[in-house]
T-cell receptor, first 111, second 115 residues
Framework: RKEVEQDPGPFNVPEGATVAFNCTYS??????FFWYRQDCRKEPKLLMS???SGNEDGRFTAQLNRASQYISLLIRDSKLSDSATYLC????????????FGSGTRLLVRP | EPEVTQTPSHQVTQMGQEVILRCVPI?????FYWYRQILGQKVEFLVS????????KSEIFDDQFSVERPDGSNFTLKIRSTKLEDSAMYFC?????????????FGEGSRLTVL
């Protein structure tokens, strides 16, 4: 089983749509969870951390289900500028500071 | 806004040559990292560095790789004898260490092409 698994997409949605991405991770000992965003040929940038209670940042909502080892990201009212690859990231088994990246889910928002 | 800077942005080298990639992390950060991303693949951890020593490294980070913080600002990745499969984007990152692990700030990357 992959350490962090994501649907590669692409998700092709119209502006204003709501879209959800899912991610599963294999290491039950992972303590830190994140969504990063990566634009084509650019560096990853932190979008948001994911907390056990779930958290929201504007149009973005992240959820964590530790029992199922599952993380989600919901984007409401999609904008053209949301087009990017969304990376699910968890910390590694043997260290809090080693991050394991998923392969990413590509989102295309069309006019 | 503070940022991580990397040089060069692109380097082309012949197989077997030594390459040094340079990074200037954010000045008050304590943890430094190198990650790499082969074209079309996921971002992979190479090494983390704290208190002037490697805190951990991945299986990719073999004897051909080394890191150094030669002064108070630079953080370098050296590849002693490059292979074709070393062609990738290399990202330097830093974190303050006082916030939740994973809130890394990445540089724009150094693209390495090995011919």
């Amino acid at each position: 089983r992959k350490e962090v698994e994501q649907d590669p997409g692409p998700f092709n949605v119209p502006e204003g749509a709501t879209v959800a991405f899912n991610c599963t991770y294999s290491n039950s000992a992972s303590q830190s969870f994140f969504w990063y965003r990566q634009d084509c040929r650019k560096e990853p940038k932190l979008l948001m951390s994911v907390y056990s209670s779930g958290n929201e940042d504007g149009r973005f909502t992240a959820q964590l289900n530790r029992a199922s080892q599952y993380i989600s990201l919901l984007i409401r009212d999609s904008k053209l500028s949301d087009s990017a690859t969304y990376l699910c990231v968890v910390n590694g088994m043997d260290s809090s500071y080693k991050l394991i990246f998923g392969s990413g889910t590509r989102l295309l928002v069309r006019p | 806004e503070p940022e991580v800077t990397q040089t060069p942005s692109h380097q082309v080298t012949q197989m077997g040559q030594e390459v040094i990639l340079r990074c200037v992390p954010i000045s008050n950060h304590l943890y430094f990292y190198w990650y790499r991303q082969i074209l079309g693949q996921k971002v992979e951890f190479l090494v983390s560095f704290y208190n002037n020593e490697i805190s951990e490294k991945s299986e990719i980070f073999d004897d051909q790789f080394s890191v150094e913080r030669p002064d108070g600002s630079n953080f370098t990745l050296k590849i002693r004898s490059t292979k074709l499969e070393d062609s990738a984007m290399y990202f330097c990152a830093s974190s303050a260490g006082t916030v939740a692990p994973g809130e890394l700030f990445f540089g724009e990357g150094s693209r390495l092409t090995v011919l």
